[in-house]
């Protein structure tokens, strides 16, 4: 099981900016594909952004070409930069381990967005 602890959280207006981190646990964090998801109330939990370890990324349409995920395999490091944010983005950010076969599990950070 993968210890995560995301920060970055925060209450910030429409158009605003925010990024988040995700620090990792254990010596194979950089060998494993990583991804950030996001949850309101009520419902399910979905993954905005994926990267590989060699650095391939993908995004949900949702955030397509506002948001950009990076590590530093270094630090044991995952970061969400997000742009141009909107109301709709208002969740508990989550970061996990895309590895079938390993768990994690984090805290998760709350991001807001005001209209």
């Known amino acids: 099981q993968v210890r995560l602890v995301e920060s970055g959280g925060g209450l910030v207006q429409t158009g605003g900016s925010l990024r988040l981190s995700c620090a990792g646990s254990g010596s194979r964090f950089s060998t494993y594909a990583m991804g950030w998801s996001r949850q309101v109330p009520g419902k399910q939990r979905e993954l905005v952004a994926s990267?590989?370890?060699?650095?391939?990324?993908t995004y949900d349409d949702s955030v397509k070409g506002r948001f950009t995920i990076s590590r530093d395999n270094a630090k044991n490091l995952v970061y969400l930069q997000m742009n141009s944010l909107k109301p709709e983005d208002t969740a508990v950010y989550y970061c996990?381990?895309?590895?079938?076969?390993?768990?994690?599990w984090g805290q998760g950070t709350q991001v807001t967005v005001s209209s």
């Open positions: 996990a381990v895309l590895e079938v076969g390993v768990s994690s």
């Open positions: 990267i590989t370890t060699g650095g391939h990324t």
